[in-house]
């Protein structure tokens, strides 16, 4: 269908959230080309469908397909764009993937399928797209033209906020006989997406060794939605290391996204979050083992008072080698009070603490433990934000059991594990929520506002109407 026969709105798309701000393509494979080197990109950009023939494009500022764009911008051209929907997995999955530019994603998707994927002229603009696709949609974007798109309930859990982002003019649409439209659903992990980011936690990871061989292994849990953090196993080998892997892969593609990397040895498998757990509560030593950098994030944070830009924090857990500050003696921490102890002092005080939950006890429970965790729910209140609860919480010398304060909203439920470490990777700005004083932390997983210093819109969490 060409011309004004180009109708999007027959195709079923879905408008997945109630806040969404229309229908989306959530599937789609987009296809262009270098205009300086001819080369093909293959990326997965979600389009929302604005009417019959234009969709936003939104390809975050630090994908190909938008590096691409930038040299059709400079040029003052048009840029041509294919759009297949509905292909063989594999071939889906590879426009998913964090390859390197100027790398074909269609060549990966050959290697998986272990057969070639079989490419389609376009009917009019000079493009190839799978000839297996159920759909293509053929048009152009042009480089002078921004519309508003979004909000969109996104893979974080929350909606990502409106922007402004190129338009696709649709101006030929092809298709199968009977064609299956075919789309995804993304939300609060663990959604369909989760399932291809850990495909590529796979497959990527002999690639991430040819750069960074003494990377053992490698895991992102799905609450940090694998922009947010990495745990990493190192063979540890000289002084520094650790740090070096974090400098090493905040430099490296779309692992660069990374707020959070935190480094293991070894013999530690880091998928396993229990042994992570105990290594984190029984062996940081929040003085030393804490290196702070800045650098850029996924567009889709939120916890950044800039976007696109902010801190990082590396986490290093490993042994010590000689050549290193050692840590610090642990500190005596008193034995942890009671239950009812605990509820006796969190209902006097701290102002505005709602209740509380003492983390891991199993862990810490003896009284050279390194370090004790303490979750509280909160209230913040205008003047009255991260910082202050803080001030207090380390004032108060009867929590001086506890090193470790984590901050919820007085929402949260804290017996909910999952969700506490979603709150956690999401909301957790490194260099401005975590505050630090003498061996202890409180790190405020809160909803932030202007009590805290953040002029930033916050986005809504993603909850169904029915
Ligand atoms: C279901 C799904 C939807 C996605 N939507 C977007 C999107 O709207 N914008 C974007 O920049 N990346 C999105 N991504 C991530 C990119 O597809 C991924 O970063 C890919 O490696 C980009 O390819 P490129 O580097 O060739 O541009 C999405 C991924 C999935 C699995």
């Known amino acids: ?57 939104h390809w975050h500022i ?104 190129p338009v696709f003019h649709v101006t030929a649409v092809t298709h199968r006989k009977n064609p299956v439209y075919n789309a995804t659903l993304v939300g609060r992990p663990p959604m369909e997406d989760c399932y291809m980011a850990k495909a590529t936690e796979r497959i990527f990871l002999p690639m991430l060794q040819t750069v960074i061989p003494e990377i053992r292994d490698y895991w992102f849990p799905w609450e940090g939605v694998f922009h947010n953090i990495v745990v990493v196993s190192l063979h540890k080998e000289y002084p520094g290391h650790a740090q070096k892997i974090m400098s090493g892969l905040w430099g490296q593609g779309q692992m660069s996204f990374c707020k959070a990397i935190t480094v293991v040895d070894r013999h530690i498998d880091p998928g396993d979050p229990k042994t992570v757990l105990r290594e984190l509560v029984s062996n940081l030593d929040l003085e030393s083992d804490i290196t702070l950098s800045k650098g850029i994030l996924d567009v889709l944070d939120h916890s950044s008072p800039f976007p696109n830009f902010g801190n990082k924090i590396g986490i290093d857990l490993t042994t010590r080698f000689a050549g290193e500050p050692p840590r610090k003696n642990r500190q005596s921490l008193k034995t942890a009070p009671s239950t009812e102890d605990l509820e006796r002092i969190i209902a006097a005080q701290p102002d505005g603490a709602t209740g509380f939950r003492y983390l891991f006890p199993e862990l810490s429970s003896r009284e050279d433990t390194a370090n004790r965790v303490l979750a509280l729910t909160v209230e913040k209140s205008e003047g009255r934000g991260g910082k202050d609860f803080a001030k207090a919480l380390f004032d108060l010398t009867e929590l001086e059991m506890f090193n470790i304060f984590i901050l919820f909203d007085r929402d949260i439920d804290l017996k909910d ?50």
């Not at 930038?70 to 426009?95: H, L, Q, S």
């Not at 998707?109 to 000839?131: I, S």
């Not at 405020?444 to 506002?449: E, P, R, S, T, V």
């Open 1 to 57: 269908m060409t011309g004004d026969r180009v109708d999007l709105t027959r195709l079923p798309v879905l408008q997945c959230w109630p806040h969404d701000a229309g229908p989306f393509i959530t599937l789609p494979l987009v296809v262009t080309r270098s205009l300086k080197t001819g080369k093909r990109n293959v990326g997965m950009y979600r389009l929302q469908v604005f009417d019959k023939n234009t969709t936003g494009m």
């Open 62 to 165: 630090h994908k190909d397909g938008s590096h691409y764009f930038n040299e059709y911008r400079e040029a003052g051209k048009r840029m041509p764009v294919a759009v297949a929907i509905g292909a063989d997995p594999a071939t889906v999955y590879a426009a998913t993937a964090p390859l390197p530019r100027g790398v074909d994603e269609m060549m990966l998707a050959g290697f998986l399928r272990k057969k070639p994927v079989v490419m389609a002229k376009c009917v009019t603009v000079d493009l190839e797209a799978p000839a297996e696709a159920e759909f293509v949609l053929e048009g152009y974007v042009d480089p002078e033209e921004l519309r508003r798109e979004g909000p969109f309930g996104d893979h974080t859990g929350y909606y990502s906020l409106a922007d402004d982002y």
């Open 417 to 466: 594990g999952s969700l506490m470490l979603w709150k956690v990777f999401n909301n957790v700005d490194p260099g401005r929520d975590i505050h630090l004083r003498e061996g202890r932390a409180v790190i405020d997983a809160c909803k932030k506002g202007p009590m805290d210093g953040h002029d930033r819109e916050w986005p809504e969490e993603l909850t169904f109407d029915v």
